[in-house]
């Protein structure tokens, strides 16, 4: 059976070898998300009503639906950025969205890999041109000068997108980025989460453009080349990394850690792997379980769901 390369497969890998191991050799993951990705994951999912043109309401209940133990403070932070949002965004510039398409196709150049993932949605332009629509939450500066434009150009998650739209049949030359930035303010002393969602609401209002960017970026062929080189040697890595921990007397020895601050300071792993620790997977750490590889994807694209390894 194939194994699968997704955007997130690949990051993970980039950020830190050992990372990975942990991640997608043991299988490994905390019992909850960081918050981080929940707020992405209930963003995500308030936009993919938004973007169907439901109403405020609809959006917000569709986002805490995923909510996992979100305070009230993340709450009112949702609703009120929400709420910015649809004031920020009266017009649509696509006619018809098709939200969240799953793919699965061979990975060029591998025999061992197929790429996988769940594109935000396949767009119809006004004017009739195809478009991949890319939903993001950022707390770096999305001015139009800021580096955060040129790194998107490149991102690995959009160029695997893009591939799996051209496999999917649908023709595009261009990516239409929704992003969105994580407010820096928070709840003052004496304020209470619907105060505070107010107060956020109101900041987008007289500060749209630091909360809220819609840009459209076109697709280069050479991004697109390099990225189909980087993602089979990154698959290639896997395979060699792998044979060699077969070798050695641990076999995580064999997965390189990435021992920098901004590395280690997030990873979920460092409780344990900064102090050598090997966790028995049958008897995973305290917040952690052993199970499927891609949980974000259904059934179908990862058999390995369902698995308690
Ligand atoms: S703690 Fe650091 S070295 Fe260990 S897996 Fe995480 S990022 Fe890599």
Redesign the pocket.
């Known amino acids: 059976m194939k194994q699968l390369m997704t955007a997130t497969r690949m990051n993970c890998l980039l950020?830190?070898?050992?990372?990975h191991?942990?991640r997608y050799e043991v299988g490994l993951k905390r019992e909850t998300d960081s918050a981080a990705l929940r707020f992405g994951t209930a963003w995500h999912a308030a936009m993919e009503d938004r973007w169907q043109r439901r109403s405020y309401e609809s959006a917000l209940a569709k986002a805490l639906a995923t909510a996992q133990d979100f305070d009230e403070a993340t709450v009112a932070t949702l609703s009120g950025l929400l709420a910015g949002y649809y004031r920020r965004w009266q017009d649509d510039p696509v006619k018809e969205l098709h939200p969240e398409v799953e793919f699965r196709h061979p990975l060029r150049g591998s025999r061992s890999f197929d790429c996988a993932g769940k594109i935000d949605g396949l767009g119809i332009l006004h004017d009739g041109r195809l478009a991949l629509v890319e939903h993001k939450t950022t707390g770096t500066d999305i001015s139009p000068g800021s580096d955060y434009w040129i790194r998107l150009r490149a991102n690995p998650q959009v160029l695997q997108y893009v591939i799996a739209a051209w496999s999917l049949g649908w023709d595009l030359h261009t990516v239409l980025y929704d992003v969105t930035r994580k407010p820096a303010i928070r709840v003052k002393k004496g304020e209470s989460p619907e105060e505070y969602s107010e107060r956020l609401a109101k900041d987008c209002e007289e500060r749209p453009d630091f909360y809220f960017a819609r840009r459209e970026v076109p697709i280069l062929q050479d991004d697109v080349e390099s990225f189909h080189i980087q993602r089979v040697e990154l698959a290639k890595l896997i395979l060699n990394f792998r044979a060699a921990a077969r070798k050695a007397r641990r076999p995580e020895q064999a997965w390189p850690?990435?021992?920098?601050e901004m590395?280690?300071r997030l990873?979920?792993?460092?409780s344990f792997?900064?102090q050598n620790i090997v966790p028995d997977p049958a008897q995973p750490p305290a917040g952690f379980r052993v199970g499927a590889q891609h949980p974000e994807l259904n059934q179908a694209a990862d058999p390995t769901q369902g698995e308690t390894r």
């Open positions: 950020d830190c070898p050992r990372k191991y942990w850690r990435h021992l920098t590395q280690c990873c979920d792993y460092a792997c900064l």
